[in-house]
């Protein structure tokens, strides 16, 4: 028989809350965490908004000696694993800890570490570069870091698929555990690059909004208006567990995962495939991998960035897979409210797909006021919505054509 893999714990970090139930208490309620960038001077930016986390304290998760080792979205990752681990009363004691493993995903890693040394270079010579630059950087140190803390001996890794990173780590976890590679896996993603290069650099390309003078109506996926994505940070960490694993220890079941899928467009670096072939491919993907059929899904938290090409074929290509029961099918981007983390924007989704299918609420998708003719589905405007929610899907598509899909499920015995 194969091996069920449940969710047991949740840890968020967002612009909308540091922890998993304010994060959620205010995506129920439509509030946006978008505002004026505070973390450097956007003087003279295209975009000067971000949805930056509010009020981080690291002490709070990391010794205060640990925590000049680690660029911020180390220290995200850390807070949301703290979170998911308390939430799912996980322990690792040294007989299951190598069984236990932790893959954390991010699109870039610390970049703001990369700007801060690069500047004490410039102005003092290579002797001002820190020597924690390197293992404060590089993208597999938050499930390095992670690991470390809590004795975790299992699976350690790290993707790095830019806004599919998180997603992958999920669905790779799920894919360990069903194996019987690992009975638990930490796992999500995490970003903090809310900084002058990459604020700037995804202007340069003219993907961001720049409706700065309107900051919380700024992320509009899905409406005819939307002008581009807004820059989020923060993290979304879920506890996966193998069924008996979890049983045996009493812990608290949020939901299921039964499927994982990925897909490539081999179409181009930054745009998706005007046909909506890949993301399509790895919706069927998903379901051909649980055996769910169309019909069955009730809920889709879609990648839904709020830019113009992208949030159309996303559409397309829900259309395509779903056939007549797209127009029944509740489709929300909760991108309208905590910005796009890019590398972290699976996690965080997931997150928040767990806790639908766990209150039975679909979040909403903020700012939809004026429809577009070409996005024609049930987008769940401005208000969450009570449901019945058996079979959630959430979408994570990346630059390089790399898509990744997780089924989730509302676990029953």
Not at 37 to 46: R, S, V
Not at 332 to 355: D, N, P, R
Request: proline share 5%; net charge negative; charged share 20%.
């Amino acid at each position: 028989m194969a091996r069920r893999v449940v969710v047991t714990g949740v840890g968020l970090v967002s612009a909308l809350g540091v922890g998993t139930e304010e994060t959620w208490k205010n995506i129920l309620a439509g509030r946006s965490g978008i505002a004026a960038i505070t973390q450097f001077d956007a003087t003279g930016f295209a975009a000067t908004i971000a949805a930056e986390v509010k009020d981080f304290d690291p002490l709070r998760y990391v010794e205060k000696r640990e925590v000049k080792k680690m660029g911020r979205f180390i220290q995200f990752a850390m807070a949301s694993a703290q979170m998911a681990m308390e939430h799912a009363g996980l322990a690792i004691e040294p007989g299951v800890a190598e069984r236990v493993g932790v893959y954390i995903g991010t699109g870039i890693g610390g970049f703001d570490v990369i700007e801060r040394e690069h500047t004490a270079y410039m102005q003092g010579g290579p002797r001002k570069i820190s020597p924690f630059f390197i293992p404060a950087t590089i993208a597999n140190l938050a499930s390095g870091t992670v690991s470390i803390r809590w004795g975790a001996k299992g699976p350690n890794s790290a993707t790095c698929t830019a806004c599919s990173s998180s997603a992958h780590a999920i669905g790779d976890s799920f894919k360990l555990i069903t194996r019987c590679d690992a009975d638990a896996m930490i796992c999500g993603g995490s970003e903090a690059s809310i900084t002058p290069m990459c604020v700037g650099g995804f202007a340069a390309m003219r993907a961001l909004s720049t409706r700065n003078a309107e900051p919380e109506k700024a992320s509009r996926p899905f409406d005819r208006d939307r002008d581009g994505f807004v820059v989020g940070e923060g993290a979304g960490i879920l506890i996966l567990e193998e069924l008996g694993f979890a049983m045996r220890r009493g812990a608290p079941i949020l939901a299921e995962v039964v499927g994982y899928g990925m897909s490539g467009d081999a179409y181009h670096i930054t745009a998706p495939a005007e046909d909506g072939d890949g993301a399509g491919r790895v919706m069927r993907n998903t379901l051909a991998d649980a055996k769910v059929l169309p019909e069955q899904v009730d809920y889709i938290n879609a990648h839904g960035t709020s830019t113009p090409f992208g949030d159309r074929v996303e559409t397309l290509a829900v259309k395509k897979v779903f056939g007549d029961h797209a127009q029944k099918l509740p489709v929300s981007s909760t991108k309208s409210m905590t910005g796009h983390l890019l590398g972290g924007a699976g996690g965080l989704e997931a997150g928040l797909t767990v806790l639908a299918i766990r209150d039975q609420m679909i979040p909403p998708t903020t700012n939809y006021q004026t429809p577009d003719p070409e996005c024609d589905l049930d987008y769940v405007p401005n208000e969450a919505r009570p449901a019945e929610i058996e079979y959630a899907l959430s979408n994570s598509f990346g630059f390089g054509g790399t898509n990744a899909a997780l089924l989730l499920k509302r676990y029953s015995s």
